[in-house]
């Protein structure tokens, strides 16, 4: 069964305009942690925010914030004030106890792409 | 801080043939992990080390894909013999794996981009 869904596979925005990208997950683990990945097109996926399961803020770094909403499973990413440099592809990823340790399990991505 | 090491960026190969990828972690990370993407899909992890012992493999096609990491720091990813449906980006990633558990960011290379004719 999928883990992470992300529901939009190509998203548009017009620069210095906010965005959301959308993430939802499934556990049953009470601890967990959920992260967003930039990859552009020279292919490195660049750490972008993380919030744990049990954070009680919204996580935020810089332009990015997550909006969590723990009891609708749902870990969307929003960019503010976008920039010609975000477009890229953007994964979720959410990681998790496994039998062996723990584990990292990523979303289909979505394309987001910028437009002057 | 240098950031993880992957190296060839590139390679394209014939069927059936050897390919092997290395990568350098960050400084002072325990753990390591092989992904490979798949185009159009997100990474799936291969296997996870934690120094130089194998944590999961339990994705390894181990008929055929390799793994090692000597010494605790570089790995190194072997592919023999190469079939058409291994192209795509190998990734590898780090952590520093002390504290573990959820919480615990991994950081990418730049990954390697196979090409299997």
């Known amino acids: 069964a999928q883990k992470i869904t992300q529901t939009q596979p190509g998203m548009f925005v017009q620069e210095k305009e906010a965005v959301t990208l959308d993430c939802t997950y499934d556990t049953s683990d009470p601890s967990y942690g959920l992260f967003w990945y930039k990859q552009p097109s020279s292919g490195e996926m660049i750490f972008l925010i993380y919030?744990?399961?049990?954070?009680?803020q919204n996580a935020t770094e810089g332009r990015y914030s997550l909006n969590f909403q723990k009891a609708r499973k749902s870990a969307n990413l929003v960019i503010s004030a976008s920039q010609l440099g975000d477009s890229a592809m953007y994964f979720c990823?959410?990681?998790?106890?496994?039998?062996?340790?723990?584990?990292?399990?990523f979303g289909k991505g979505t394309s987001l792409l910028v437009t002057p | 801080e240098a950031g993880v090491a992957q190296s060839p960026r590139y390679k394209i190969i014939e069927k059936r043939q050897s390919v092997a990828f290395w990568c350098n972690p960050i400084s002072g990370h325990a753990t390591l992990y092989w992904y490979q993407q798949i185009l159009g899909q997100g990474p799936k992890l291969l296997i996870q080390f934690q120094n130089n012992g194998v944590v999961d493999d339990s994705q390894l096609p181990k008929d055929r894909f390799s793994a090692e990491r000597l010494k605790g720091v570089d790995s190194t990813l072997k592919i023999q013999p190469a079939k058409l449906e291994d192209s795509a980006v190998y990734l590898c990633?780090?952590?520093?794996?002390?504290?573990?558990?959820?919480?615990?960011?991994?950081?990418f290379g730049p990954g390697t981009r196979l090409l299997v004719l």
């Open positions: 919030q744990g399961s049990y954070d009680q």
């Open positions: 990633a780090s952590s520093l794996g002390v504290a573990g558990g959820a919480q615990e960011t991994q950081y």
């Open positions: 990823a959410m990681r998790e106890a496994t039998l062996s340790g723990y584990a990292l399990n």
